[in-house]
């Protein structure tokens, strides 16, 4: 199982941007998916995230300006985030909590998208 995480770039402050993750191989079932994000010298912290039950949880300091969406058929994951703040600035990583067939769950991660908001 892999993720492949897209759309990060450098935007103004104020700005929007589109993270989109899509997962390939043979995941059997996926309970969670979402983003999480890593500035440099601060640890990994949870962006938004959604369920298979269409659940969102978004951290504070995102609520409002961003909207998380899942397409469960085509196992995608989208972040539109807008009135971007220097302070979003961050590797953002797509993650989803799932299992194959046959196995526990486990958690994936992606490879990592960097996100510059400056002027």
């Known amino acids: 199982v892999q993720l492949q995480a897209s759309g990060g770039g450098s935007v103004q402050p104020g700005g929007s941007l589109r993270l989109f993750c899509a997962v390939s191989?043979?995941?059997?079932?996926?309970?969670?998916m979402g983003w999480y994000r890593q500035a440099p010298g601060k640890e990994r912290e949870l962006v938004a995230t959604?369920?298979?039950?269409?659940?969102?949880k978004y951290a504070d300091s995102v609520k409002g300006r961003s909207t998380i969406s899942r397409d469960k058929a085509k196992n995608t994951v989208t972040l539109q985030m807008s009135s971007l703040k220097p302070e979003d600035t961050a590797v953002y990583y797509c993650?989803?909590?799932?299992?194959?067939?046959?196995?526990?769950?486990?958690?994936?991660w992606g490879q990592g998208t960097l996100v510059t908001v400056s002027s």
């Open positions: 959604v369920t298979s039950d269409g659940d969102t």
């Open positions: 191989g043979s995941i059997f079932s996926i309970k969670v």
């Open positions: 993650h989803l909590e799932g299992r194959i067939l046959y196995n526990p769950p486990r958690h994936y």
